[in-house]
C-alpha cells in the first residue's frame, strides 16, 4: 500500500479517535491511542505489519519535539517563582515513584513466582516519574479552578518531565552496563553514560545559542520560516547527538532550556509551536503508539501493567505526602495533591519507543511497550476523574 495513504488513514483515524474521546470528556491522547489499536496491523488488515517498522523518523522528529517543549518549561525564573515547596514535592514523588517501581517489580515479582529480569526492572523505574498534567489542565480550564493544588500539580508536572528524561538517560546508560559483553573494562563502563550525557547537554546547549542567533537573523521572516528554521534545529540537534553516540533526549530538552531562558522572541516561539504543530505531531506519534502495541504481549504482561500502576500510586502517594511536609505546604495540598499526579501519558510513551530502536533491549523493548501502553490507557481513563476529585476535595472547584 502507498505510503502517502497509510498516512492518510492515520491521520483520519486520529482525527476521529480525538473528537470522539472530547465527547466522552476524555483526553484527545486517550482517543489517538484507541485510534491507533483500532488500526493495529495485528488486528485489522488495513495497514501492512511492515509499516510500523519503518516509522523511526516520525518517532524521533515527534520526541524532539516533545523535549524541546519540555526544555521550554524550564525557565529559570519560574522555577524560583514556584519556591521550595514544587521543587521538594517533585523531587519527593518522582524518584520515589521510580525507586517504588525499580525495587517493587523486581522483589514483588520473585516473591509471587513471576520473576521480573533486573534489566526489565531497571528500564520500568524511570518511566514511572512523569505526570501527564494534561487532565488537570483541561478539568481547571473546564470550572475555573483556582488555588495552592492547582498551581502546585501543574508546577510538579512541568517538573516531572525534566526529571524523567533524565532518570531514562541514566537508566538506559546502567541498563547498557548490565548488557555490555563480558570483560569490559570498568573505566569504559563508566565513561560510557557519563559521555553520553556530556555530549547530549554540550550539542543541545551549542544548538540553543545557535538558534536564537539564527532568530535574530531571521526577525523579519514570516512564521512560517520560523517554523522550518526551528524543525531544522531541532533535526540537527537530535541527528547530530545520535551521530556523535550521545543522548539525544538530553541534547533537544538542553536546547529548549535555551531558547527560553535566553531568546528574546522565547514566548512567540513555543506559542507558535503549540498553535500550528502540536496537535499534528500529537496526532501521528500516539497514533503510531496504539499501532505498535503487540496484543500477544499485552496478554502476558497484565501483571506487570498492574504492577505498575500500584507501586507507581504507592510511590506518588508516599513521596508527594513527604514532599509536602519537609517543606511545609498547606494541609490542602498534602491531602490531594497526589490524585492529580497520577494521569500518565505524553512523553512516557515516547520515551517507551525509544527503547524499541535500542538494539541493547530487544529482548524487553516489546514488554516494556506493553506494560507502558496499558498503563497509559488506564492513567488516561482515570485521570481527569482523579483529577477533578482532587481540586474538589480541595475547594477550588464546585462539587
Known sequence: MDTTLIVGIILLGA????????????????????????????LVPIIPRDFTGHT???????????????????????I??????????????????????GTGMFVVGWLLGWPVPPLLALLLAPLATPTDPSATLAVAHEYRARGDVTTTI????????????????????LASLLAAAPGTKLGMLL????????????????????????????RRETEGAL????FAALTLVFGTVHLFGGDELLGTLSMGTVVANFNPRRQMIFKMLERYTEELIFALFFTLSGMLLDFKMLGTSVALIVGFVVLRSLGKWLGSRTGAALSHASIQVKRHLFWGLLPQGGIVIGLALLLKSNPDFVEVADTVMSVILGATVIHELIGPLLARRALQKAGEIAA
Do not use: C
Open 191 to 218: 565513561w560510557y553514560p557519563t559521555s553520553m550525557i556530556l555530549i547530549g547537554l554540550g550539542i543541545g546547549v551549542t544548538g540553543g545559542l545557535a538558534f536564537n542567533i539564527l532568530t535574530e537573523l531571521f
Open 227 to 230: 517554523i522550518v528554521l526551528i
Open 80 to 101: 524560583k517563582r514556584l519556591g521550595r515547596s514544587i521543587l521538594w514535592i517533585a523531587i519527593g514523588e518522582a524518584q520515589t515513584a521510580m525507586l517504588a517501581v
Open 15 to 42: 482525527l476521529v479517535g480525538g473528537e470522539t474521546a472530547r465527547v466522552f470528556n476524555l483526553p484527545k491522547i486517550t482517543g489517538y491511542i484507541l485510534a491507533g489499536i483500532a488500526l493495529n496491523p495485528r
Open 56 to 78: 523511526e523518523f516520525i518517532t524521533n522528529l515527534a520526541l524532539a519535539f516533545i523535549t524541546f517543549s519540555v526544555g521550554g518549561s524550564l525557565l529559570f525564573s519560574h
Open 154 to 173: 501543574m508546577g510538579v508536572a512541568a517538573l516531572d518531565d525534566v526529571l524523567a528524561i533524565l532518570n531514562f538517560s541514566l537508566a538506559t546508560s
